[in-house]
């Protein structure tokens, strides 16, 4: 089973169990707790306090998947350019990289790109399995050019305040479901029993990730020329985690490199939306028509807009990025109601940092 099929099977699980039948069971919307990949630097790398002379120490992070998406191993084609996979960057900043070592004839080496994957956590016999986690070390390089741990190399007349700043970029995925319903006269259902209702808001599962669909409303549109039935759906789209989401058509490598613009864009891209198993491209935007005389789809785009939560005293944010994405789908109707799941699929990028004080002891005060 691969891995996409693997976390469709874990969102449907975890549907089953969060609805019972299908019912318009209206969810209260809130502010949503996400996971991804955390970063953090490790115990003592590097140290609260060292001395001027040239003290060697350690610096290393920690990668901890703690969402549901599968980061795959990079692997590259003959022109040496990345043909598959998820490359992660981690970016050490705050410092000046000469003054720690890191530095040589080629150039200073703050990027250490991860390109192994990252599995994900999952349910194994209704057991969460918890994901990866790896360790990014850097190296520094010594007067001969030898790698070697990083080391301070400046004299000092009194203490020094240094701010390691370590920065990750990766990129991630969402599935959300829900079940939707549809029927051979949605307009006429509130006059008669009904199985399950069109009209209104729909109860969601997300798989662990930053970002999640908050909120799932459906309503009848009518009917094609065909006289399938028409539906509308609105998805609200929320960040859910600290970090900072930017378009997944940019690449990793170049996240501190990127425009101010790139980095508060707020971008998520819906790749994909299914209902029961088939793909309805008509909720992907329309780029134009094949040699064949098909139509040509690419993911739609979702701008989050920030909301101010002070003084909303059931959140523990400051504020909230959000986004709402709609699209008219068309189901084929027989006789009477039925439910079905719809999945969306979101894709982007993440940017999340921590950070690390430590002291720089003057010789002659270092105890």
């Known amino acids: 089973m691969d891995a996409k099929n693997a976390l469709i099977l874990a969102a449907i699980f975890m549907l089953v169990f969060s609805v019972s039948g299908c019912n318009?069971?209206?969810?209260?919307?809130?502010?949503?707790?996400?996971?991804?990949?955390?970063?953090?630097?490790?115990?003592?790398?590097?140290?609260?306090?060292?001395?001027?002379?040239?003290?060697?120490?350690?610096?290393?992070?920690?990668?901890?998947?703690?969402?549901?998406?599968?980061?795959?191993?990079?692997?590259?084609?003959?022109?040496?350019?990345?043909?598959?996979?998820?490359?992660?960057?981690?970016?050490?900043?705050?410092?000046?990289?000469?003054?720690?070592?890191?530095?040589?004839?080629?150039?200073?080496?703050?990027?250490?790109?991860?390109?192994?994957?990252?599995?994900?956590?999952?349910?194994?016999?209704?057991?969460v399995v918890p994901g990866q986690v790896n360790y990014i070390n850097w190296i520094a390089f010594d007067e001969d050019g030898n790698e070697v741990s990083p080391y301070y190399k400046l004299d000092l007349t009194s203490d020094q305040k240094l701010k390691f700043v370590a920065q990750l970029c990766y990129?991630?995925?969402?599935?959300?479901?829900?079940?939707?319903?549809f029927?051979?006269?949605?307009?006429?259902?509130?006059?008669?029993?009904?199985?399950?209702?069109?009209?209104?808001?729909?109860?969601?599962?997300?798989?662990?990730?930053?970002v999640k669909i908050?909120?799932?409303?459906?309503?009848?549109?009518?009917?094609?020329?065909?006289?399938?039935?028409?539906?509308?759906?609105?998805?609200?789209i929320q960040n859910a985690m600290d970090g900072t989401v930017f378009p997944y058509t940019?690449?990793?490598?170049?996240?501190?490199?990127?425009?101010?613009?790139?980095?508060?864009?707020?971008?998520?891209a819906v790749t994909g939306v299914y209902v029961g198993g088939i793909a309805k491209p008509e909720c992907l935007k329309r780029v134009g028509v094949d040699d064949l005389g098909n139509m040509e789809y690419k993911p739609a785009t979702v701008t989050l807009i920030k909301r101010d939560l002070e003084g909303d005293t059931e959140s523990t944010k400051d504020d909230l990025w959000e986004g709402t994405f709609s699209c008219t789908l068309t189901q084929e109707t027989g006789s009477g109601d039925y439910s079905d799941i719809i999945q969306i699929e979101l894709a982007y990028n993440y940017y999340v940092q921590a950070t690390k004080e430590i002291t720089v002891k003057n010789t002659l005060d270092f105890e």
């Open 24 to 127: 318009n069971e209206k969810v209260t919307e809130d502010t949503l707790v996400g996971k991804g990949i955390t970063l953090e630097f490790q115990p003592g790398a590097p140290p609260s306090q060292i001395s001027e002379d040239d003290v060697s120490f350690d610096v290393s992070v920690k990668l901890d998947n703690e969402g549901e998406h599968d980061l795959e191993p990079v692997t590259y084609g003959a022109d040496g350019s990345v043909k598959s996979g998820d490359p992660v960057s981690v970016f050490l900043l705050g410092v000046n990289p000469n003054t720690v070592g890191l530095c040589n004839a080629d150039g200073c080496h703050t990027e250490m790109e991860y390109l192994d994957g990252l599995t994900g956590a999952h349910y194994v016999n209704n057991e």
């Open 171 to 181: 990129p991630y995925k969402t599935l959300t479901t829900a079940e939707a319903c």
């Open 214 to 236: 908050s909120k799932i409303t459906e309503n009848p549109a009518g009917k094609d020329s065909e006289g399938r039935g028409k539906y509308s759906f609105t998805f609200k």
């Open 183 to 210: 029927s051979d006269n949605a307009y006429a259902q509130a006059t008669g029993a009904e199985t399950c209702s069109v009209s209104g808001d729909k109860t969601v599962s997300n798989s662990e990730a930053p």
């Open 250 to 268: 940019k690449s990793v490598s170049e996240c501190t490199n990127l425009k101010v613009a790139d980095l508060n864009a707020n971008q998520i």
